[in-house]
């Protein structure tokens, strides 16, 4: 199991499937492959909210035991807290389809004797992937030209104004683990120079790249900053008024971390104000809501928090979850 605590199953009665609550939108692949191996309750089927439908699994209504295990969307669309739990007493087991694990109480689960297993580093590589690409489209205007031409701006305007190139480019990566790190590798072959910040310096032996203890000091020293760390109480707003006017007005932002790392209002007035050149977002504060401000800005790129997802990656998610789930249901 991916990022686990502890706990151990007990065997589900003779001839029965054991239950999982299911609390992400549909996946045919993955939901397909639980309904073949448990007795799945799905939280978007059932239209029910939250802690009613947790409630009302754990009574095993319909029959069958109560649910030990889960599958929880990550992103924060769900928090696994003390309610959560309370909700669904019998649970032992939390699979979140996440790398991070912010949306999850680590501390209160173990103090229940609940598993927590996250989605390791099958994401890793998407994720580097797609950082590249925005940072890439930031800066040449691959979207903004694309609007350019489907607008029919060409020939009544003539060329679109200029980008930037990505060659060269010091690039400043806040988190450097496994994402980070194959960031780093990618933007390496383009020419540019990296520098990172994390919670400590990494071994000189395997990384050569500057560290920087301080976050600030990072921008002022890069021409883009690529936000890929955890969430939590020290990573919060990492990014600030501060970071951004260190970076400077020719210096780019890409998040593909957690909305939350960034203070959207502070990038918001930042990227208004030509306080800094543009921004490639994957992720926001309040997600699936994304600022109206945010929408209108030519110099700004925008997905739906979906570096993780390709059509490999939904493959490998599935046969990692549902390996998490057996490992916990044998004990």
């Known amino acids: 199991m991916a990022s686990t605590v502890g706990a151990v199953a007990r065997a589900p009665a003779a001839?029965?499937?054991p239950s999982v609550l299911y609390l992400r939108r549909a996946n045919d692949g993955l939901a397909a492959a639980l309904r073949a191996r448990y007795r799945?309750?799905?939280?978007y089927d059932s239209g029910a909210p939250l802690l009613a439908f947790l409630a009302g699994a754990a009574a095993a209504r319909g029959g069958g035991e109560p649910p030990r295990a889960a599958v929880v969307v990550g992103g924060g669309a769900i928090q696994v807290d003390a309610a959560f739990l309370d909700a669904a007493p019998c649970l032992r087991c939390v699979v979140t389809t996440a790398a991070g694990l912010d949306h999850v109480d680590l501390a209160e689960c173990a103090r229940?004797?609940?598993?927590v297993a996250?989605?390791?580093e099958t994401f890793s590589a998407d994720v580097a992937d797609h950082a590249v690409g925005l940072l890439l489209d930031v800066l040449r205007r691959i979207s903004a030209a694309d609007r350019f031409v489907r607008r029919g701006l060409w020939p009544a305007r003539g060329d679109c104004s200029l980008g930037s190139k990505l060659s060269g480019k010091r690039v400043g990566i806040i988190g450097l683990g496994s994402i980070g790190t194959l960031i780093a590798r990618r933007l390496e072959a383009f020419g540019c120079t990296i520098s990172y910040h994390s919670r400590r310096a990494k071994?000189?032996?395997?990384?050569?790249?500057?560290?920087?203890p301080s976050v600030i000091n990072l921008a002022l020293e890069s021409d883009v900053l690529i936000v890929a760390c955890s969430l939590n109480n020290q990573t919060k707003h990492i990014v600030n008024k501060e970071v951004l006017e260190a970076l400077g007005k020719d210096g780019v932002i890409v998040n593909i971390a957690r909305g939350g790392n960034v203070d959207e209002a502070a990038l918001i007035c930042a990227l208004k104000g030509g306080g800094i050149a543009?921004?490639?977002l994957d992720v926001f504060e309040k997600e699936p809501e994304v600022p109206a401000?945010?929408?209108?800005m030519?110099?700004?790129v925008l997905t739906a928090h979906e570096a993780v997802f390709t059509v490999e990656s939904a493959s490998d998610i599935s046969d990692l979850m549902i390996g998490n789930l057996e490992a916990f249901f044998q004990g």
């Open 278 to 280: 543009g921004a490639g």
């Open 40 to 43: 799945v309750h799905s939280l």
């Open 15 to 17: 001839g029965g499937k």
């Open 293 to 296: 401000e945010l929408l209108s």
């Open 118 to 120: 996250g989605a390791g």
């Open 203 to 212: 071994d000189s032996a395997t990384i050569s790249y500057k560290y920087f």
């Open 298 to 300: 030519e110099n700004v």
């Open 112 to 115: 229940r004797g609940v598993a």
